[in-house]
């Protein structure tokens, strides 16, 4: 009877240290993101691949000064919508040395002041112009975002008698939404890749100071060492690059979903298969 005991011991003893054995080589990454569309939509996409590599993947959902301090911390993995050269220049400047840039998934990128293409002006300096039209107000989104600092410098460099006002990306297509719907005069801080682009017909107002500066790449990035640290991850991250056309119809698709971005992304995943696995690194070595 002791032996079966014992026997018994021993077989709890091994399947609990199996068990944690599996626990502690079980891969997790933390991927952050802002709710702006690009960022929703490539975030939950990586969700969804990653977690078919077998990794519990955690979403962490803030604005962006608290997500590179997390990121710098290490309380946070990666971030996959860094807008660079310009947009993103003070946070990396503040916090290079503590964060790698993993890669870039888009290099096309753009910011700027955009209206409506039914609105008769085509640059920044004719605001004033028609200032009561615009209600004296540019709609913007979250008050950390580097497009809401550009866009304060650019009142001031174009003398503008505005005032930017904040809310956040969803509520900022919201106003446009509803402006368009009664072909209202409305000017907002825009950006592409985003699916409002797709949904409505839009102009960005011609910046001839260069305030927004020109297009720009759209890069991941991770505390300083995660690649040494998760180098499937890191590869993977930096393999994935969208097109045009890819990212536009990702973000549609997350636009548009009936049920969530959980499942957006798989639908999407699953529908560009091709795609997803030309991104997954073709070794286990690294794993």
Known sequence: MKKFKSLALVL??????ASCSSSNNEKKISLTYVNWAEGIAMTHLA????????YKVEMLNADVAPIFASLSR?????????????THKDYMNQ????????GS????????????DYVSISSI??????????SGKIVGIDAGAGIMKATEEAIQNYNLDFELMTSSGPAMTASLNKAIQKKE????????????FNRFKLKFLEDTKKNYGETETLQVIAWKGFSKKDPFAS?????????????????????????????????WMNENRQLINSWIPQTDAIR
């Open 235 to 267: 590869e993977l991250l930096s393999n994935m690059k969208f097109t045009d056309e890819q990212i536009s119809s990702l973000m549609t698709a997350m636009n548009e979903t009936e049920t969530n971005e959980d499942d957006a992304a798989l639908k």
């Open 105 to 116: 998934t888009y290099e096309n990128a753009r910011i700027g002041l955009v209206v409506p």
């Open 95 to 102: 916090y290079q040395d503590k964060l790698e840039v993993i």
């Open 12 to 17: 709890v003893s091994l399947i609990s240290l």
């Open 47 to 54: 969700k969804a691949i990653f977690e078919e590599q077998g």
């Open 125 to 134: 300096e004719e605001l004033n112009k028609y200032k009561n039209k615009f």
């Open 185 to 196: 005069w409305i000017v907002v801080t825009g950006w592409t890749p985003h699916w409002m």
């Open 74 to 86: 290490k309380k946070a993995d990666v971030f996959l919508d860094t807008w660079l050269p310009v």
